[in-house]
C-alpha cells in the first residue's frame, strides 16, 4: 500500500523501464561492480570500476575527481601568496602540517626570505607531530579496512592528543593555516615544548602496543603478507614516493636525500620494508614502514625540542605584504603520503602566476590498477589501505 | 478444552520471543557496552540514564519511524519475506533448548537434530534476501554467506555429534539431564566438557563454528561492512534490517545456548544441590549461554577479519579433518573407559 502524494501525482507504472544493455564485446564470465564513491573503505570519494571473476580482480580503474575544488586555479586567484596557505591545508587535510610546510619552504625560497632558527625547529616540531598524526590515521584505517576494529580507536586516541596540543598552539584542530611565509602566523603556547615532550614520551609504548596488537596479529599477517605486491622498479617507473616507495625496500626519503628546512641537522634512519613477513613490497612492507617511521619521528621531535632555541620572535621575518620577483622555482619536501612537490611561477603581481602541487596521493594511486590484477576483492581493500591515499590530495 | 490447550501452547510459545526480545535489545547495548570498554571509552550513555540502558529501545523506535524502501528493481516478495524467514528459523530453534528443569518448548526426542536442521534455513534466507535485493554487493554477501554457512555446518555437527556419542541421546532434556550431579575428581561438575579431554577440543571446534555459522568476527564475512557495505543487508532499511538484526543476535544466543547444554551443564548448578531447581536452572542456563555470548562479542572487538579463501581453508583443510579425528577419539575413549 502506496500513500498518494496529496499534490504531486506519482507515475502510476512503477516497473522500471528495461535498457537493451550492449554485450557485444564483454566475457559474460565476469561482472564489473561499482566500487565507490560511497563505498566505506575506499577512504573518500574514490570511485572503482572493478572488474571480477568470481571474487579475483582482473581489471582495476580509477574514477577520480569527486572532490576536485580548483586548488591551482584558485592559488592564481588569490591577492597574495600568504593568502594560498589556508588552501594548501585543504589538498591533504590528514596532514595540513606539511602541506603548509611544503608550500612556505617553495614561497620563502621564491621571494628569498629568510627564516629565524627557532622558526625552523618549530615547524620541524609540528611537521613530525603531524607526520604521526596521518601515519596514525592511515595505520588504523588499514586495521579498520581487514576488520580490526579497536586498534583503530587506540591510534585515534593517540592522534587526538597530537591535535590537542596543535589546537592550543594554533588555535585549530585539522586545518591549521599556522605557518606563515618567513614564519609562524602566532607563537605556539607556553606548555608547547613540555606538552610534546610528554606526548613523545607516552607515545613510544604505544607503538610497541601496536605492534603486539596488530603487526604481529596472525590473522592480519595472513591478510597483508603476500599481498599487493608492487616490486621497487615498477614503484620507481610509477614514480611512487613515501612509504609506497619504501615498502618496495627503495631508501629514498627526501629528508636525508635532498634536505629541506632543518633535517640535516637530525639523526634518524629510514625504515624500508625488508619482507619479513612476505614477498618484498607487501602490504605488509607498506604498512610497517609508516609504524617504523613514527618512532623515527619521536626522535627528530625530541632532538628538535633539545636544541630548540627558547628566546625569538617568530613574526619577525614575516613580510608585511609580500612582494614577488618574476621567477619560478619547484621545491619538494616529504610529506607523510611521499614527494610532495610545489612549482611556482611569479611575474609581476603579487599573487603567483602559476601554483602546482605535485601531490604523492596521486601519483600512489596510479599504481594500484597494476599491483591489484589477480587479488581478491578483500585483497583490494587491503591494497588500498595500505596506499594510503587522502582523496582531498588526489584531486587538489 | 481444545482453546485452553492451544492457549498453553501459545503461552509456551511466547516465553521464548520474550526471552528472545528482551535478550536483544539488551545485548546490543550490552555489544556496544563492551565494545566500548574493550575501546577504552564509554559506550551509550544518555538514553534512559544509568549507563544508556535504553539505547537499544530508542533505536528500535528510530527504526520503526524509517521509510520502508525496497529497490525498484528487486524482488518484492522474496524481499520482504527473507527477514522474516530468517527471524523465524532462529526462533523456532528456540522451541527445544531445555530452559530450566520443568520447562521446555516441546521435548522432542530428535532435538539437537530439529535444532540443526532449522538453523540451516538461516542460509536460505540470507541467500533470499541477497539475490531479491538485485545488489551485486548483496548478492556477493548471500554467496559468500552460502558457502560458509554450508561448510561450517560440517564441523559444527561433528562436534555436536561427538558429544552425542558420549551422552547417547539426542534429546536436549537427557543430554542436561545426564550431567546433573558433582561427582568429578569428588567435586567439579558433571559436565561433559569435564568428563573426556576430546570434548575440549571438541567445544573449541564447535565454538569456532558456531562463530562462523553466526556471521560474527572474524568470519563476519558475509555482511563484512569494508568489503561488502553490508553484505546481504545492503538494500535492507528500517524494520526489515533490525528483523535481520534482532534475527542475527538470536542466533549467537541459541548456538550458545546450545554449547551450554552440550557442555556445560545447560540448567544444573555447578554447586550440586546448592542454588538448584528450575527458577535456579533457568538463571544458570541463561548465564552459561550469556557469557558465551559475551566471549563472542569480546572476540569480535579483538580480531581482524580472515579473507574468503583462508576462511574455506581453515573449515576444510584444519577444522572437519580434526573434528572428524576427534570424533573416532571420543569414540575410543568411551569404549575404553
Not at chain 1, 609508516?290 to 614575516?318: F, H, T, W, Y
Not at chain 2, 535489545?25 to 564509554?42: C, H, M, S, T, Y
Amino acid at each position: 500500500m502506496y500513500r498518494k502524494h496529496p499534490t504531486w501525482e506519482l507515475p502510476q507504472k512503477t516497473d522500471a523501464v528495461m535498457i537493451e544493455i550492449n554485450t557485444k564485446g564483454t566475457d559474460e564470465r565476469k561482472m564489473v561492480i561499482n566500487m565507490g564513491p560511497q563505498h566505506p573503505s575506499t577512504h573518500g570519494v574514490l570511485r572503482l570500476a572493478v572488474t571480477l571473476d568470481g571474487e579475483v580482480v582482473t581489471d582495476v580503474e580509477c574514477h577520480i575527481g569527486y572532490l576536485h575544488r580548483c586548488f591551482e586555479k584558485y592559488a592564481e586567484k588569490m591577492d597574495n601568496f600568504p593568502a594560498v596557505i589556508p588552501y594548501t591545508d585543504r589538498i591533504d587535510y590528514v596532514s595540513a602540517m606539511n602541506q603548509e610546510h611544503g608550500f612556505v619552504i617553495a614561497a620563502e625560497r621564491l621571494l628569498e626570505i629568510e627564516v629565524p632558527e627557532r622558526v625552523e625547529y618549530i615547524r620541524v616540531i609540528v611537521a613530525e607531530m603531524q607526520r604521526i598524526a596521518s601515519h596514525l590515521l592511515a595505520i588504523g584505517t588499514f586495521g579498520l579496512d581487514l576488520g580490526a576494529f579497536s586498534p583503530f580507536l587506540y591510534l585515534f586516541t593517540e592522534r587526538e592528543k597530537i591535535l590537542d596540543i596543535f589546537e592550543r598552539t594554533s588555535g585549530a584542530r585539522l586545518l591549521y593555516n599556522y605557518m606563515a611565509i618567513g614564519g609562524l602566523m602566532r607563537e605556539p603556547h607556553p606548555e608547547f615544548k613540555s606538552e610534546t615532550a610528554a606526548f613523545v614520551k607516552q607515545f613510544r609504548p604505544k607503538i610497541q602496543e601496536l605492534q603486539d596488537l596488530l603487526s604481529y596479529n596472525s590473522i592480519f599477517v595472513k591478510r597483508t603478507a603476500h599481498i599487493g605486491v608492487l616490486p621497487a622498479k615498477v614503484a620507481l617507473n610509477y614514480a611512487s614516493s613515501g612509504p609506497v616507495l619504501r615498502g618496495s625496500g627503495v631508501k629514498w626519503d627526501l629528508r636525508k636525500d635532498d634536505p629541506y628546512s632543518i633535517y640535516d641537522r637530525f639523526e634518524f634512519d629510514i625504515p624500508v620494508g625488508s619482507g619479513e613477513m612476505g614477498t618484498l613490497g607487501d602490504c605488509w612492507d607498506r604498512y610497517i614502514v609508516r609504524v617504523l617511521e613514527m618512532e623515527e619521528s619521536c626522535k627528530i621531535i625530541e632532538q628538535a625540542l633539545d636544541a630548540m632555541p627558547d628566546e625569538g620572535d617568530v613574526l619577525q621575518n614575516v613580510p608585511k605584504r609580500v612582494r614577488t620577483k618574476p621567477g619560478e622555482l619547484y621545491a619538494r619536501t616529504e610529506s607523510p603520503r611521499g614527494e610532495l612537490g610545489y612549482y611556482l611561477i611569479a611575474d609581476k603581481g603579487n599573487s603567483p602566476f602559476r601554483v602546482k602541487a605535485r601531490a604523492p596521493s596521486f601519483v600512489n594511486l596510479s599504481v594500484l590498477p597494476v599491483i591489484s590484477k589477480g587479488s581478491l576483492l578483500s585483497d583490494l581493500v587491503a591494497i588500498l589501505g595500505s596506499i594510503d591515499i587522502v582523496l582531498g590530495e588526489v584531486d587538489r | 478444552m481444545i482453546t485452553e490447550s492451544i492457549l498453553l501452547l501459545l503461552l509456551f510459545a511466547l516465553i521464548p520471543l520474550i526471552i528472545i526480545l528482551i535478550y536483544a535489545l539488551f545485548a546490543i547495548w550490552g555489544e556496544r557496552k563492551v565494545a566500548g570498554f574493550i575501546q577504552d571509552r564509554l559506550g551509550p550513555m544518555r538514553v534512559g540514564g544509568w549507563h544508556g540502558w535504553a539505547q537499544s529501545f530508542a533505536d528500535l523506535l528510530k527504526l520503526i519511524q524509517k521509510e520502508d524502501i525496497i529497490p525498484a528493481n528487486a524482488d518484492r516478495f522474496l524481499f520482504r519475506l527473507a527477514p522474516f524467514i530468517m527471524f523465524a528459523a532462529s526462533y523456532a530453534a528456540f522451541a527445544v533448548l531445555p530452559f530450566s528443569s520443568s520447562f521446555i518448548g516441546s521435548n522432542l526426542d530428535i532435538g539437537v537434530f530439529f535444532l540443526l536442521a532449522i538453523t540451516s534455513l538461516l542460509s536460505i534466507s540470507v541467500i533470499m534476501g541477497g539475490w531479491a535485493s538485485n545488489n551485486k554487493w548483496s548478492l556477493f554477501g548471500a554467496m559468500r554467506s552460502a558457502a560458509q554457512m554450508v561448510s561450517y555446518e560440517v564441523p559444527t555437527i561433528m562436534s555436536v555429534l561427538s558429544v552425542i556419542v558420549v551422552a547417547g541421546s539426542l534429546n536436549l532434556m537427557t543430554v542436561t539431564e545426564m550431567q546433573s550431579g558433582n561427582d568429578t575428581l569428588g567435586f567439579l561438575p558433571n559436565w561433559l566438557i569435564l568428563q573426556n579431554p576430546f570434548l575440549i577440543i571438541a567445544f573449541v571446534i564447535f565454538f569456532i563454528s558456531i562463530l562462523a555459522e553466526a556471521h560474527r568476527v572474524p568470519f563476519d564475512l558475509p555482511e563484512s561492512e569494508s568489503e561488502l557495505v553490508a553484505g546481504f543487508q545492503t538494500e535492507y532499511s528500517g524494520m526489515r534490517w533490525a528483523m535481520f538484526m534482532l534475527a542475527e543476535y538470536a542466533d549467537m544466543l541459541l548456538l550458545s545456548l546450545l554449547g551450554a547444554v552440550l557442555f556445560f551443564g545447560g540448567w544444573n548448578s555447578p554447586f550440586g544441590d546448592f542454588m538448584a531447581g528450575p527458577a535456579w536452572g533457568f538463571f544458570w542456563f541463561m548465564l552459561k549461554g550469556l557469557l558465551l555470548v559475551f566471549v563472542m562479542m569480546w572476540i569480535r572487538w579483538t580480531l581482524p577479519r580472515y579473507r574468503v579463501d583462508q576462511l574455506m581453508y581453515l573449515c576444510w583443510s584444519i577444522l572437519i579433518p580434526l573434528s572428524f579425528l576427534n570424533f573416532v577419539l571420543i569414540a575410543l575413549w568411551e569404549m575404553i573407559f
